[in-house]
Nanobody, 122 residues
Framework: QVQVVESGGGSVQAGGSLRLSCVAS???????MGWFRQAPGQEREFVSS???????RYADSVKGRFTISQDNAKNTVYLQMNSLRPEDTAMYYC?????????????????WGKGTLVTVSS
């Protein structure tokens, strides 16, 4: 069973930076890992993702400010967030999917972490 744990959230002032980490354990690899966020009173929204081919996607609202990267050896994905804005304040969740053990084919996992809180003050 895939377990996802996020870390790195915190409180910063506008213009500051944070680096979020997400580790998927219980498997050797995940072909898809993504970041989503949910602000109070709003629906969860897509932020960024990366796949096994190192193809990345970003929401328009974070393009040019956020960078997603991965360490396959650690089955970890990072989200470097620069030039943070108050509107980036949210709980950030990591999603891992299409995961498997080394030498085996992947299976759908759709595993979510409990989130890490990012607060940006003006």
């Amino acid at each position: 069973q895939v377990q996802v744990v996020e870390s790195g959230g915190g409180s910063v002032q506008a213009g500051g930076s944070l680096r979020l980490s997400c580790v998927a354990s219980g498997v050797t690899y995940c072909n898809y890992m993504g970041w989503f966020r949910q602000a109070p009173g709003q629906e969860r929204e897509f932020v960024s993702s990366i796949n096994s081919g190192r193809n990345t996607r970003y929401a328009d609202s974070v393009k040019g400010r956020f960078t997603i990267s991965q360490d396959n050896a650690k089955n970890t994905v990072y989200l470097q967030m620069n030039s943070l804005r108050p509107e980036d304040t949210a709980m950030y969740y990591c999603n891992a999917d299409f995961c498997g053990m080394s030498g085996t084919s992947y299976q759908q996992a759709d595993a979510w972490g409990k989130g890490t809180l990012v607060t940006v003050s003006s």
